[in-house]
């Protein structure tokens, strides 16, 4: 059974840093795009950061600059470095696998900007 697992969210001050991991665990096989998506309260899942198995990335507009999404394709792990957070970044963020049959999410890790 696949299992989908983000850590390295919690509080943090504006200006501040994160970074998050997404691992998998199980038999998942030919992962093609990876990324992180967010919904604060009382508004829809969005995406935030997106790489494809080569590499390819896209990111939001609101988080292009002080956001980097990267992969590690052997250990099937994705990862996003916040930098220079904002209030605004306050959401549950949560990991998304897709590979050529199956989407897998994560539980979701919180993420508060607040002094």
């Known amino acids: 059974q696949v299992q989908v697992v983000e850590s390295g969210g919690g509080l943090v001050q504006p200006g501040g840093s994160l970074r998050l991991s997404c691992a998998s665990s199980?038999?998942?096989?030919?992962?093609?795009?990876m990324g992180w998506y967010r919904q604060a309260p009382g508004k829809q899942r969005e995406s935030v950061a997106t790489?494809?198995?080569?590499?390819?990335?896209d990111y939001a507009d609101s988080v292009k600059g002080r956001f980097t999404i990267s992969r590690d394709n052997a250990k099937n792990a994705v990862y996003l470095q916040m930098n220079s957070l904002k209030p605004e970044d306050t959401a549950v963020y949560y990991c998304?696998?897709?590979?050529?049959?199956?989407?897998?999410w994560g539980q979701g890790t919180q993420v508060t900007v607040s002094s």
């Open positions: 790489v494809t198995r080569l590499g390819r990335t």
């Open positions: 998304k696998l897709v590979t050529f049959t199956n989407v897998y």
């Open positions: 199980g038999n998942i096989f030919g992962i093609v795009d």
